[in-house]
């Protein structure tokens, strides 16, 4: 069965903090990715990653970093968070190719204070 | 200016009761475009994915349509139950774009018993 485990589902920061978010998928897959979700705004690319240590940003990357050392594992970096990072993260990989589906983690809820 | 438009924004349905959600798009040149449900809390779940020569496809209670040529698809549910409950995201791929998506800023649908 497929899957894709966050290491938070709720997390809350203060400004100025570093935040590591952790995601893990066992499904072998070559593509990783990083979408914040808003109200109103839907879901937005942060960063993806195409393979290991190959990375390329988004349509919002800024304020934040990624990190690919190993197939299974991709993480999100807010360098210094702010309170305008306040969010759901969700992570998702899918297999390379047209018809690969994005499979989704349940998500972070993160609140920076 | 978004390139996947969803209506109605909004809706509430008597449990039982149809409803059809709709998805345009201007992605182009089109690969496909799949339909994810998310429930309140939890990471999107794909329902189906079209293709361009696909008219209608369905997924137990749930039909997707996709009319390629005036660039619209939509997503019908039957004998809507509780569980239905949920936003449904439409999602677009471009033959080229290296793996991205246009997102949908998704249709939220309440079944009230």
């Known amino acids: 069965d497929v899957k894709v485990t966050q290491s938070s589902r709720y997390l809350v920061k203060r400004t100025g903090e570093k935040v590591f978010l952790e995601c893990v998928q066992d499904?072998?897959?070559?593509?990783m990715f990083w979408y914040r979700q808003d109200p109103g705004l839907g879901l937005r690319l942060i960063y993806f990653?195409?393979?290991?240590?190959?990375?390329e940003k988004g349509d919002i990357p800024e304020g934040y970093s990624v990190s690919r050392e190993k197939k299974e594992r991709f993480s999100l970096i807010l360098e210094s968070a702010s309170t305008n990072q306040t969010s759901m993260y969700l992570c998702?990989?899918?297999?390379?190719?047209?018809?690969?589906?994005?499979?989704f983690g349940p998500g972070t809820r993160l609140t920076v204070t | 200016k978004n390139q996947v438009e969803q209506s109605p924004q909004s809706l509430i349905i008597l449990e039982g009761k149809n409803c059809t959600l709709q998805c345009n798009y201007t992605v182009s040149p089109f690969s496909n475009l799949r339909w994810y449900k998310q429930d309140t809390g939890r990471g999107p779940v794909s329902l189906t994915i079209?293709?361009?020569?696909?008219n209608t496809k369905s997924n137990g209670r749930y039909t997707a349509t996709l009319d390629a040529d005036t660039k619209q698809s939509s997503l019908h549910i039957t004998a809507s139950q509780l569980s239905d409950s949920a936003s449904y995201i439409c999602?677009?791929?471009?033959?080229?774009?290296?793996?991205?998506?246009?997102f949908g800023k998704g249709n939220q649908v309440v079944v009230i018993p």
């Open positions: 079209m293709t361009f020569s696909e």
């Open positions: 990653s195409y393979d290991v240590k190959m990375k």
């Open positions: 998702a990989s899918s297999l390379s190719g047209q018809v690969g589906e994005q499979y």
């Open positions: 999602v677009v791929r471009a033959i080229y774009g290296n793996n991205r998506l246009a």
């Open positions: 499904m072998d897959h070559e593509n």
